[in-house]
């Protein structure tokens, strides 16, 4: 078991040709993950981002920025043994992962050989919604029971939610006012993945994201809703995998 404050390896492979980082959404933990540890291929080594203000993690100070995010991320990963980096971010982790990717190709460090940007619109697309991070408390808990990413039971739990709030707060500023336009063409592939019932982002705003990599393999679409990573997992797994496999053994076809 590799563990930092920040990156969580449950378990290391001296032997595993690639390490997946996975980036949660907001308000996410690494918990999001951790059902993947037994069903990736073996040749895989999976390392979970742990943000603080939950999990492991809870009641430590959440970032207030991305930058400072990214910046925490990219050191950490330059600690850790070489290996090829693949990157799976959901919603806010989709942009961490961008953020991250840029900030090594700037900085001239080895760059994942691909990354799969799921259930978020492109960097440079300027959020339609209004920001729902500075709603009253009982506001915003009506947002989150809508977006359905978060159990109920959690948002019916007054006492667990005046402690999450700020955490939650945090992360959808984090989210809502993000906007990047940078033009850089980062030399690695790109997958895009979208729910179907997705009310949150349209086509229109994922397909920038493929102005910004120098290669791509497409969207895929899952059945479910903005949170189709936790409605099904497994279709969600099962294409992952497939992707990975890709370059384990070169020639595997999906």
């Known amino acids: 078991m590799i563990r930092s404050?920040?990156?969580?390896?449950?378990?290391?492979?001296?032997?595993?040709?690639?390490?997946?980082?996975?980036?949660?959404?907001?308000?996410?933990?690494?918990?999001?993950?951790?059902?993947?540890?037994?069903?990736?291929?073996?040749?895989?080594?999976?390392?979970?981002?742990?943000?603080?203000?939950?999990?492991?993690r809870f009641g430590q100070q959440p970032y207030q920025t991305i930058n400072t995010m990214v910046e925490d991320v990219v050191e950490e990963l330059g600690k850790l043994p070489p290996k090829d980096l693949f990157f799976y971010g959901h919603s806010m982790g989709a942009r961490v992962?961008?953020?991250?990717?840029?900030m090594l190709h700037r900085e001239k460090c080895p760059l994942p050989i691909h990354i799969v940007a799921a259930g978020s619109m492109a960097p440079r697309v300027p959020r339609k919604a209004k920001n729902s991070y500075n709603l009253t408390d009982n506001e915003f808990i009506e947002h989150?029971?809508?977006?359905?990413?978060?159990?109920?039971e959690v948002l019916t739990n007054r006492d667990l939610m005046e402690l999450l709030l700020p955490t939650l707060?945090?992360?959808?500023?984090?989210?809502?006012?993000y906007i990047n336009n940078s033009t850089v063409v980062i030399p690695t592939k790109l997958s895009v993945f979208a729910g179907k019932q997705d009310l949150t982002v349209e086509l229109a705003e994922l397909e920038p994201w493929f102005d910004v990599f120098q290669e791509n393999d497409g969207i895929s679409?899952?059945?479910?809703?903005?949170?189709?990573?936790?409605?099904n997992?497994?279709?969600?797994l099962t294409v992952l995998s497939k992707k990975v496999e890709s370059y384990l053994r070169p020639g595997f076809a999906f």
């Open 5 to 56: 404050p920040l990156i969580y390896i449950p378990r290391p492979s001296a032997n595993a040709k690639i390490r997946l980082v996975c980036f949660p959404y907001a308000g996410g933990s690494s918990a999001i993950y951790t059902p993947w540890i037994d069903k990736l291929p073996q040749e895989v080594e999976l390392a979970l981002i742990q943000l603080p203000g939950r999990g492991a």
């Open 97 to 102: 992962a961008y953020e991250v990717t840029l």
């Open 233 to 236: 997992s497994h279709d969600v």
């Open 221 to 231: 679409w899952f059945a479910g809703g903005h949170f189709f990573i936790n409605e």
């Open 144 to 152: 989150l029971m809508e977006l359905k990413g978060t159990p109920e």
């Open 169 to 177: 707060r945090a992360d959808f500023k984090i989210v809502e006012t």
